[in-house]
């Protein structure tokens, strides 16, 4: 009988399984599929080390002539600094209330009677297909009234309470209803009320779930543009996709350098956020989409 490998006595050492011969092609076609998503990155971090001259030459050009100018002249001469904090701040705020209220609204419509239960839900499910245009003038008209505008408050309150929390709401039901009610008798059975069995047992059960949340709590975060142009004026207010526009010269000409060392700075922490936790974010994402 053949086996894969020789691993019977001393000194032997086990052969590695055979690749099909077809393995070197499919690695090639992976490659050039994932170019032209790799190139502007790569690009991108290139130019930020150039001077403005310098990335209009050879686009690929391993001569950065600007090393790190780039980036302190963004500090140095605009409140970039303050507008990161700003981002840091809403993000740090929106994205846990954001994950919160999914959990519990989605607990609710799962798992709770109560009138109004389905139209209610019907309704969350609405706020996803309403354009975000189509209700931005009644939104400033209420946030004006409130004195509200030029501040943080609106930004994080339409972060939490727009198209991406309603699909955290629907994620979290879809994935409340998967799980075995005899879990919640059990907890019963043991003492635990309504709250107890949410906090104690749903809650560590919807980790992959809330993960799937959080992840896309933090894109709708980070790159909001549309909310922050409409209610910021003040630009040290302003957060990070707002503040990528501002980097221009008295003659309204863009500084391309240093907009795209402020890019970079933009991208990095997506960027390591994913790479270090590539794995939790794809089993996140193949869990929310197999339950419910």
């Not at 600007?66 to 904090?85: C, H, I, M, W």
């Not at 389905?118 to 706020?127: I, N, Q």
């Not at 955290?168 to 059975?189: K, Y």
């Not at 402020?262 to 089993?283: C, D, Y």
Request: hydrophobic share 55%; aromatic share 10%; glycine share 6%.
């Amino acid at each position: 009988m053949r086996t894969d490998s020789l691993s019977v006595g001393p000194g032997r050492i086990a052969r590695p399984p055979a690749r099909p011969p077809w393995t070197l092609l499919l690695y090639v076609l992976l490659v050039l599929v994932c170019l032209p998503f790799v190139l502007p990155i790569l690009w991108m971090f290139l130019s930020s080390l150039k001077s403005a001259q310098g990335i209009f030459g050879s686009p690929f050009s391993l001569n950065v002539d600007a090393g790190l100018k780039n980036f302190t002249q963004v500090f140095a001469g605009y409140p970039f600094a303050r507008q990161y904090l700003n981002s840091l701040l809403t993000l740090i705020i929106s994205v846990p209330v954001t994950m919160l209220l999914s959990a519990t609204a989605g607990y609710a419509f799962a798992r709770m009677r109560f009138p109004g239960r389905d139209v209610a839900f019907v309704m969350t499910l609405a706020a996803m297909m309403v354009p975000a245009e189509l209700v931005a003038i009644p939104q400033f008209i209420a946030f004006k009234n409130l004195h509200l505008t030029n501040t943080l408050v609106p930004i994080i309150l339409l972060q939490i309470f727009s198209a991406t929390g309603a699909l955290s709401v629907f994620l979290m039901r879809q994935h409340f209803i998967t799980l075995p009610r005899e879990l919640e008798e059990a907890g019963r059975i043991d003492g635990l009320g309504t709250l107890g069995v949410f906090r104690h047992i749903m809650l560590p059960l919807s980790r992959p779930v809330l993960a799937t949340v959080a992840i896309f709590a933090v894109l709708n975060s980070w790159n909001d543009y549309f909310n922050p142009l409409i209610y910021l004026n003040d630009e040290a207010k302003m957060t990070l996709p707002l503040a990528l526009q501002r980097f221009t010269d008295p003659l309204g000409g863009t500084y391309w350098n240093l907009t795209l060392a402020a890019s970079v700075l933009v991208a990095l922490p997506v960027l390591l956020a994913f790479l270090m936790a590539q794995r939790t974010f794809i089993e996140s994402l193949a869990a929310s989409g197999t339950k419910g």
